[in-house]
């Protein structure tokens, strides 16, 4: 069996090129003419634009003085509402609302461990807001639940919901009270 040696073969003669050398196209002179055409267009017309810039403000000025002299003096204002607004008084009825015999509470989470249920705790708290922990012995065995309340009117209730949202507790639910 031959050994090969393909590094102390060193690399092939390159191959001669044997195509004929294809001429140059010739100059694209319809392009060129084309193209000269439009620049020197262009040039033309922004030395018309120019002409007609030099001359528009000496004419736009004079017009200017003219309506400046042609305006009346304006008066200074006086405002009434500014002095009438301290002494107003504005009078609005509103509907008593109505409380309703049960209040509210609000569960913001329910767990199979207490740890789970003071850690939930202590967010609320850091709100600002005072929940508790009641254990519940149901159908499927023991839960740590999480409440808030008891809240006589349900917009209260409401109120600590969107401020428990902002801190990202989002699974507050709000129930008439009913742990007996």
Same mark, same amino acid.
């Given at each position: 069996?031959?050994?090969?040696d393909y !590094?102390?073969?060193?690399?092939?003669?390159?191959?001669q090129?044997?195509?004929? #050398?294809q001429?140059?196209?010739?100059?694209?002179?319809?392009?060129?003419?084309?193209?000269?055409? $439009?620049?020197?267009?262009?040039?033309?017309?922004?030395?018309? @634009?120019?002409?007609n810039?030099?001359?528009?403000?000496?004419?736009?000025?004079?017009?200017?003085?003219?309506?400046?002299?042609? $305006?009346? #003096?304006?008066q200074?204002?006086?405002?009434?509402?500014?002095?009438?607004?301290?002494?107003?008084?504005?009078?609005v009825? !509103?509907?008593?609302?109505e409380?309703?015999?049960?209040?509210?509470?609000?569960?913001?989470?329910?767990f199979?461990t207490?740890?789970?249920?003071?850690e $939930?705790?202590?967010?609320?708290?850091f709100?600002?807001?005072e929940?508790q !922990?009641?254990?519940?012995?149901?159908?499927?065995?023991?839960?740590?639940? !999480?409440?808030?309340?008891?809240?006589?009117l349900?917009?209260?209730a409401?109120?600590?919901?969107?401020?428990?949202r902002?801190?990202n @507790?989002?699974?507050?639910?709000?129930?008439?009270?009913?742990?007996?």
């Amino acid at each position: 069996m031959a050994h090969k040696d393909y !590094v102390g073969r060193g690399r092939a003669a390159p191959k001669q090129n044997n195509r004929k #050398e294809q001429p140059k196209p010739p100059l694209p002179w319809l392009r060129i003419v084309i193209t000269l055409a $439009l620049l020197i267009g262009f040039v033309v017309f922004l030395w018309t @634009i120019r002409d007609n810039a030099e001359q528009a403000p000496a004419s736009g000025n004079e017009q200017q003085s003219q309506k400046e002299q042609a $305006l009346p #003096e304006l008066q200074e204002e006086e405002w009434e509402f500014i002095k009438q607004l301290p002494s107003t008084t504005v009078e609005v009825e !509103v509907e008593e609302q109505e409380l309703s015999e049960r209040p509210y509470l609000m569960q913001c989470g329910s767990f199979r461990t207490e740890e789970q249920a003071e850690e $939930l705790k202590a967010r609320i708290a850091f709100q600002g807001l005072e929940s508790q !922990v009641r254990a519940s012995n149901g159908k499927n065995g023991l839960w740590y639940r !999480v409440i808030l309340g008891p809240y006589t009117l349900k917009r209260a209730a409401e109120t600590d919901r969107h401020t428990l949202r902002r801190a990202n @507790i989002n699974n507050c639910k709000i129930w008439y009270w009913n742990l007996d």
